[in-house]
């Protein structure tokens, strides 16, 4: 079994992240970059497959060189071979159909996903891959199984959990508790810095969006605590008057 799966390279949640001068962008100054944390259980679960039916994992990333280290990530876990999709400048969309022109290229059985990526949290690219692939998905998935050429998801869905079959090849993206990741071994992690990563140029049309301005969330407000001495009246009279006065919402 040939499979995909797509990582990026993404702030560690652990870190500060600031605004950059201009505004649009983050500052890369001083932040630890990671593998998306969703991003593991689609290796894992690529890894598994592998393991079970044989066959290669490839990990794809677009980005910058230093995407190289999500991919490397990737490979000290166990997957055989990384392609880096080389791009300065991009948006989710592009992003989407850079991966879109190399995996058509790839004949893979499965391509598999993070749900999402942790910095812009879009939830986009599995869907955007199915259109541009003309393949059907699952996304926020959280157990997959193979009988014959149709994979089996569980999904989950608001209050509950939905069990669809796809006929392959089809794109999966992977929710927490679809397994547990494995951590990369010392001699995996030497040995990862020798399989090969694939460089490809970009293919793509232009990012079809632009940040026009970022901003780091508003401090919390401090809360209000009102004391019950046993008026209950009182009290609910103070409250509707702060509702109504000072958080103008009644
Ligand atoms: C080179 C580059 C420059 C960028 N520059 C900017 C910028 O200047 N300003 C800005 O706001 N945003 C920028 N972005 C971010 C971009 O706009 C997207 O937000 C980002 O690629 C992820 O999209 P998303 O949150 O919608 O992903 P989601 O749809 O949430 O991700 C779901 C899954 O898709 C896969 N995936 C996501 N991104 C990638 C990737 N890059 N490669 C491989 N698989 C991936 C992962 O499996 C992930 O778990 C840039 C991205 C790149 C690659």
Same mark, same amino acid.
């Given at each position: 079994?040939?499979?995909?799966?797509?990582?990026?390279?993404?702030?560690?949640?652990?870190?500060?992240?600031?605004?950059?001068?201009?505004?649009?962008?983050?500052?890369?100054?001083?932040?630890?970059?990671?593998?998306?944390?969703y991003?593991?259980?689609?290796?894992?679960?690529?890894?598994?497959?592998?393991?079970?039916?044989?066959?290669?994992?490839?990990?794809?990333?677009?980005?910058?060189?230093?995407?190289?280290?999500?991919?490397?990530?990737?490979?000290?876990?166990?997957?055989?071979?990384g392609?880096?999709?080389?791009? $300065?400048?991009?948006?989710?969309?592009?992003?989407?159909?850079?991966?879109a022109?190399?995996?058509?290229?790839?004949?893979?059985?499965?391509?598999?996903?993070?749900?999402?990526? @942790? $910095?812009?949290?879009?939830?986009?690219?599995?869907?955007?891959?199915?259109?541009?692939?003309?393949?059907?998905?699952?996304?926020?998935?959280?157990?997959?199984?193979?009988?014959?050429?149709?994979? @089996?998801?569980?999904?989950?869905?608001?209050?509950?959990?939905?069990?669809?079959?796809?006929?392959?090849?089809?794109?999966?993206?992977?929710?927490?508790?679809?397994?547990?990741?494995?951590?990369?071994?010392?001699?995996?992690?030497?040995k990862?810095?020798?399989?090969?990563?694939?460089?490809?140029?970009?293919?793509?049309?232009?990012?079809?969006?632009?940040?026009?301005?970022? $901003?780091?969330?508003?401090?919390?407000?401090?809360?209000?605590?009102?004391?019950?001495?046993?008026?209950?009246?009182?009290?609910a009279?103070?409250?509707?008057?702060?509702?109504?006065?000072?958080?103008?919402?009644?």
């Open positions: 079994m040939k499979i995909i799966v797509c990582v990026s390279h993404v702030p560690d949640t652990t870190t500060k992240v600031n605004v950059a001068a201009d505004g649009k962008n983050i500052d890369p100054a001083g932040v630890k970059f990671i593998l998306n944390p991003d593991e259980f689609a290796v894992e679960e690529a890894l598994r497959l592998k393991e079970k039916y044989s066959g290669e994992v490839i990990a794809v990333s677009v980005g910058s060189d230093a995407s190289k280290e999500a991919i490397r990530q990737a490979l000290a876990m166990g997957a055989d071979k392609i880096l999709i080389k791009a $300065d400048k991009s948006d989710t969309f592009a992003v989407a159909e850079l991966l022109n190399t995996l058509k290229t790839q004949g893979a059985d499965l391509i598999l996903l993070g749900k999402q990526s @942790i $910095d812009f949290d879009g939830m986009e690219i599995a869907p955007m891959l199915a259109e541009l692939l003309d393949m059907p998905a699952a996304t926020v998935v959280v157990s997959l199984q193979i009988e014959g050429s149709t994979a @089996i998801a569980e999904k989950e869905v608001e209050g509950g959990k939905e069990k669809i079959a796809l006929s392959m090849p089809c794109i999966i993206s992977a929710q927490k508790g679809l397994n547990d990741p494995r951590y990369p071994s010392l001699p995996n992690i030497m990862a810095k020798q399989k090969p990563i694939e460089e490809i140029a970009a293919t793509a049309s232009a990012p079809r969006t632009s940040v026009i301005k970022m $901003d780091k969330p508003e401090k919390k407000r401090i809360g209000k605590i009102l004391q019950v001495d046993g008026n209950a009246n009182a009290v009279q103070q409250l509707a008057q702060l509702l109504h006065e000072e958080a103008k919402v009644i």
